[in-house]
């Protein structure tokens, strides 16, 4: 019963850990966040559920090539969005103002901003969170895996011995 109280409370965690970080990413253009801080949340939720997702879906080698493929396609989005106006400037933001899903205007005077009005930031904030999660989980499995087959390769040597 423990056990179970102990993983339920993991995975609130953690699901709260994920929501923050897509907040930090993709509201970073009106508050303190970005790809950065926003990807480095989901890993930490990653970080607290490695313990407890047992063989599941989170067994080493899915987890290291998804994370693999996370981490090359958030880098070429994140180059690709560096291009979008190769007539101008790089990092140029070539949807503000343009209408659209991520181009509307910002209105005058004081306000908190309209979520949509980024144009590129909450995109390009979007493929480094992407790059932060592929590249620090990859970390974090690689540490969790290597104490993991340590422990395996003593519990065989004790089986042996």
Same mark, same amino acid.
């Given at each position: ?18 929501? #923050?970080?897509?907040?930090?990413? /993709? ?5 303190? +966040? ?23 879906? /989170? ?6 090539? #998804? ?23 790089? /990092? ?8 659209? #899903? ?12 309209? /979520?949509?009005?980024? +144009? ?9 969170? #992407? ?6 989980? $990859? ?13 395996? $390769? ?8």
């Amino acid at each position: 019963m423990r056990k179970e109280r102990q993983v339920l409370a993991i995975g609130v965690l953690a699901s709260a850990l994920i929501f #923050l970080g897509l907040y930090q990413t /993709f509201w970073g253009h009106l508050c303190p +966040g970005d790809g950065l801080t926003g990807g480095g949340s989901v890993v930490f939720a990653l970080i607290l559920a490695l313990p407890f997702s047992g063989s599941s879906f /989170f067994d080493r080698e899915n987890r290291w090539k #998804l994370l693999a493929v996370a981490e090359t396609a958030g880098a070429l989005a994140f180059l690709a969005l560096a291009h979008v106006d190769l007539g101008s400037t790089l /990092f140029y933001n070539a949807l503000a103002g343009q209408g659209g #899903l991520f181009g509307q205007s910002l209105p005058e005077g004081g306000n908190v901003g309209p /979520f949509f009005s980024s +144009g590129t930031i909450a995109l390009i904030n979007g493929a480094l969170a #992407l790059l932060v999660i592929g590249a620090f989980g $990859r970390l974090v499995t690689a540490f969790f895996g290597a104490s993991s087959s340590e422990k395996h $390769r003593r519990e065989e040597e004790g089986e042996n011995a």
